[in-house]
């Protein structure tokens, strides 16, 4: 069990970057799959990125060439680059983690992963 620990909250220009880490400094973060879910109030988490142990990645269709999400597993730290972000952006991004591969629901479902963090926020404004 892992207690990851998002940070990088800030207020960012549209079209501007913006990178966000998420560690666990005590636990063997590099054996989970570790993604993000921001969420905006009133809706729902839903997932942007996701990388594996193995350093496979996957994305939301919406982010796929402006997010990137990697991991340095020497700093037990995964961060997610947001670049050319949007006001639609803003929202609560949270980390997750599970320990186990295998598949319970689907590979984006929230429901996948055991381990939050309690989240940054992003906002994108003018």
């Known amino acids: 069990q892992v207690q990851p620990v998002e940070s990088g909250e800030g207020l960012v220009q549209p079209g501007g970057p913006l990178k966000l880490p998420c560690q666990a400094p005590q636990s063997p973060f590099s054996t989970y799959t570790v993604a993000w879910f921001p969420q905006a109030p009133g809706r729902q988490r839903g997932l942007v990125a996701v990388?594996?142990?193995?350093?496979?990645?996957n994305y939301a269709v919406f982010v796929k060439g402006r997010f990137t999400i990697s991991r340095d597993n020497v700093k037990n730290t995964v961060y997610l680059q947001m670049n050319s972000l949007e006001p639609e952006d803003t929202a609560v991004y949270y980390c997750?983690?599970?320990?186990?591969?295998?598949?319970?629901?689907?590979?984006?479902?929230?429901?996948?992963?055991?381990?939050w963090g309690q989240g940054t926020q992003v906002t994108v404004s003018s």
């Open positions: 990388i594996t142990s193995s350093g496979s990645t």
């Open positions: 997750a983690a599970k320990a186990v591969s295998r598949l319970m629901y689907r590979w984006y479902d929230a429901r996948e992963f055991t381990s």
